[in-house]
């Protein structure tokens, strides 16, 4: 990506603005070539959810992230570009896109900042291919042409254009000047979400739970056999309402209760949207390191601080706990390994407390290596154990069957990387597909040796219970 040191201060110098998009509109000529131009600039403090929801429109994508104890958020609606793939090389094609849509691609602004520049945000799906009537792709990647970020309260505004050689740049340069105007005088008008509010909901269980403590037990049988050692199965819900439901009124919730996880939603631009608040960091790339984590294992909340701690000591020293968490501690350092990097973890696992469950946890590091990309991490790591199995090539195959449902993005693979090659990905846990006036819900848990069906389902509704709330509330 050329990096170009112009200072486009829009309300300043509209001549200027106009002069430079002449000059991308040339140089697409010359390269016989679409352009990504991406023009970022910081402004005052904006809240990008705030933002998503003065422009939200169901028939367009977009994307949200925000984790709120780490003071970032990240929206994007429309799509400039767009690509899909499937297949077991699905992350190095999407790899191969961002990497051909950068050889051509133009920024300015401050690229120093945090969420400047032209990000690509990405999802997913836990298969490699998706099956009929999924309403996302096995693997889907966009350019959003507005994008505004905030890391650690400093705000970042980005224009992203698709500059060809018979582009009207007056009309692109309109439209950014009109941009620029209104974020640097937000209109915080309240959307009206009470008309979306549901009043009367049905519910019904895709999988009930006799047919879950079924596949419970023939897992366990097959455990016991040695055929593997863990296998992940989940439950799904489906709620219809008399109103539609909007995936952002539902995110407000979500974000304001579960700050600790990234509350997200993205949508495909023809109605649905996946939205949640997972507790799982799949993977982050800095400038010098990976960093990733093991989540599983788990135990309900106390009622007062030494319930609550009592119910942590005890997750600490439950043997089907701390097996079933050192299953995916050890596959994700093995298959960091793997790919040449040297990997940092402590010894013991501690534990994160969220709203309505704690989990086990191991933080893990690996330095980062200039030949190995965040979708080659990706790649090796997706899906770990605690969202499929172990070994993987046998149990993936078995969820499927036993489900009795597609997963589509649930416990995918959901994030964005920037040009630099930087980025984060999330498991997409605690989540739910919204399409009009219909919501499906999934969770799941993990199964080992020593797993008890009805142990399990009181975990999968306690982790149900959050998003239950969520579209209720």
Not at 77 to 91: H, I, K, M, Q, Y
Not at 216 to 245: C, N
Not at 339 to 367: F, M
Not at 372 to 393: K, M, Q
Request: charged share 25%; glycine share 6%; net charge negative.
């Amino acid at each position: 990506m050329l990096a170009l040191p112009v200072d486009l201060t829009l309300n300043r110098s509209p001549e200027q603005l106009l002069s430079f998009l002449e000059e991308c509109r040339l140089d697409a000529r010359r390269q016989k070539r679409e352009i990504l131009v991406s023009i970022s600039l910081q402004v005052d403090g904006l809240d990008p959810l705030a933002v998503l929801e003065s422009i939200f429109e169901a028939n367009e994508r977009h994307f949200y992230v925000e984790r709120p104890s780490e003071g970032m958020a990240l929206a994007g609606a429309e799509a400039v570009l767009s690509f899909t793939a499937s297949g077991v090389d699905r992350f190095k094609l999407c790899q191969a896109f961002i990497d051909q849509t950068l050889e051509s691609a133009v920024a300015v602004g401050d690229l120093k900042l945090s969420f400047s520049g032209p990000y690509f945000f990405s999802a997913f799906s836990f298969l490699n291919t998706c099956e009929k009537g999924d309403p996302f792709d096995a693997a889907s990647v966009f350019v959003p042409r507005w994008q505004v970020g905030v890391k650690d309260s400093v705000t970042v505004a980005v224009a992203n254009l698709l500059i060809t050689e018979n582009s009207d740049v007056k009309v692109h340069a309109e439209r950014l000047l009109k941009a620029h105007a209104k974020f640097g005088s937000f209109d915080y008008t309240s959307p009206e979400f009470e008309k979306a509010r549901p009043e009367k909901i049905t519910l019904k269980d895709v999988t009930s739970a006799e047919i879950y403590s079924r596949s419970v037990k023939t897992s366990v049988e097959e455990i016991s056999r040695g055929k593997f050692q863990k296998i992940v199965l989940a439950r799904a819900k489906d709620l219809t309402s008399i109103e539609a439901f909007h995936p952002l009124r539902i995110l407000n919730g979500l974000r304001q209760r579960f700050t600790e996880c990234y509350s997200f939603s993205i949508a495909n631009g023809l109605g649905q949207s996946f939205i949640g608040a997972s507790p799982e960091r799949l993977v982050k790339c800095d400038k010098t390191k990976f960093v990733t984590e093991a989540l599983a294992g788990s135990v309900k909340r106390g009622a007062s601080a030494s319930e609550d701690a009592f119910f942590s000591s005890s997750l600490q020293k439950d043997e089907k706990e701390l097996r079933e968490h050192a299953l995916v501690a050890d596959t994700i350092c093995e298959h960091l390994s793997y790919l040449g990097l040297k990997v940092l973890r402590p010894d013991r696992p501690g534990v994160h407390r969220y709203a309505n469950v704690q989990h086990l946890h191991t933080p893990i590091e690996a330095e980062r290596n200039v030949k190995v990309s965040i979708f080659d991490v990706l790649n090796s790591l997706h899906p770990t154990p605690a969202v499929g199995g172990l070994p993987r090539d046998v149990t993936v195959p078995l969820i499927r069957p036993l489900e009795g449902f597609s997963r589509g993005l649930y416990a995918g693979a959901i994030g964005f990387v920037n040009s630099q090659g930087e980025g984060e990905f999330f498991v997409g846990l605690r989540s739910a597909l919204i399409d009009g006036v219909n919501a499906r819900l999934y969770a799941g848990a993990g199964i080992v040796a020593g797993s008890l069906p009805e142990r399990e389902i009181d975990e999968i509704e306690l982790k149900f219970k959050a998003m239950q709330e969520a579209l209720l509330s």
